[in-house]
């Protein structure tokens, strides 16, 4: 049996978007409706294109053309044959101002269907690119065009929605930029975190048929052998002395399960999938990134984790890090020597960088290896191990969800017109996830209708965590009012959120671990008329 590898972690820097103002808009590309497919999609095509576009008078637009196709790569020494975004991973960054229009044309070279979700954008449903949901798939030699207003700053990235393509070199940064913003610092790296397995002896798709027939459970922690891990209709498991299940109707538990404190392993089981690689920006640790600076400077990190299976632990050596952002929203400043990232999550962090050369490490949670990358303010002193581990991983790590939210960023206090259970529930062996009790296309939608506060109350029935994403939304996580759009739930947590729903549309909402949401954990929230 082969081992399942794990893919390592990716400190991303892509090429910019051109942006160029309305008046002077010259690419050639047309200024076609919210989600236009041409060529080979528009054959079957079920969704239309969607409302029409308009620019308002004076608003800049910023345009990119992606072209994903099968590639070969250096990741720094290992060579492999993937799926990329115009041949680089991470692909072109996209920039943008918060209230410009954002047009990318997609043309599909790749020998199958895919998508791009704008993850962490609140955009209209058509371009939300959730085939069978918001758009039909983009066809092989197909392509289409992606229009949409970004309204809020913040750090983000794109990456299919078909599959698990997210798994190969299919994603990039997206970074929104707030015009009123002051920029308090003197510089800024944007750092993508990956575990990497494609071209390395398999493909995710082969992991995935692997794991839904049991052939590679090999490095994967935990849940097969728990009691109760085999659970006819998905209803949660049975975990006998581990206290009670947390409740999705009340958003509670009422034993101390839901708030358990896992010591120095606080997410349960690790993953899924062993990977050989760790990535940061395209690189593994034996070629890492060079981030340059001044000693003294300012630095703001986007740390970004685009990782399909892998919880990432990171820190910088010699320093603390303050948080200041969460999914693009303000926090009250955090300040950590290193910080958990959930599948899907983003961090921004300033430091004040010291003079010398020092690791930028990213520990994958309960797996073998580590991705890193190497902070460089003078031309002197040799370069850290690959195997380095800074002093600031010893101590505990934050995990986001215990940060504060800033006043500006927080919901207007109101009561909640509709309350739904989502609990997530699963097992290992049979290979199978789903949201209450049943996968996705057997689970019942959660109904809302614009103007209402929503209320979901998030339990986690398993021993895994589970990164939990909402497609066209923010929300606050309730007792906090920390705004996020993906959030960690940690084993067996309760963690109600609440959101505006003032975005209609048919949206997805899931676990970010690409292979449990492929196997069901998968619920639509859907408007009603």
Partial sequence: MSNVSRRTLLLGLGGMGSATALAACSSGIPAPAAGTATGASTTAATFGTGPAVTPTRGQRIVEKVLTPRPATVDLGGPVVSTWTYNDSIPGPLIRASAGDLI?????????????????????ANAADGVPGLTQDPITQGGSYTYTFTAPDPGTHFYHPHVGVQLDRGLYAPLIIDDPAE????????????????????????QVLTDLKSGKS??????????????????????????????????GTSSGSTSEMQMGPEPFGDAGDVSYPYYLVNGRVATA????????????????????????????????????????????KPTRTRALHLGMGERYDALVTVKDGVFPFVAVPFGKTGQAMAVLRTSPAGAAPPTTARPEELTGTALIGAQLQPAESARLTPRAADVTAPVALTGQMSPYAWGINGAPHGRNEPVLVREGQRVRLNLVNQTMMAHPYHVHGHTFALAGSGLRKDTVLLRPMQALPIELDADNVGSWMTHCHNIYHAEAGMMLELRYQR
């Fill in 288 to 331: 890492p990134t060079v981030m340059r600076a001044r000693p003294g400077q300012r630095v703001r990190m986007r740390i970004i984790n685009a990782a399909a299976d892998t919880i990432f632990t990171v820190a910088l050596g010699g320093h603390d890090m303050t948080i200041t952002h969460s999914d693009g929203f303000a926090v």
């Fill in 182 to 205: 002051p920029g308090a610092y003197d510089t800024e790296w944007i750092i993508v975190l990956d575990d990497w397995i494609d071209g390395t002896g398999r493909t995710p798709e």
């Fill in 217 to 250: 459970m090999s490095g994967m922690s935990g849940m097969e052998g728990m009691p109760g891990t085999s659970v006819p209709g998905m209803s949660g498991m049975d975990h006998g002395s581990m206290g009670s299940m947390p409740d999705a109707t009340t």
């Fill in 103 to 123: 047009r990318v044309r997609l043309n599909n070279q790749l020998p199958a269907e895919t998508t791009v979700h704008w993850h962490g954008i609140r955009l």
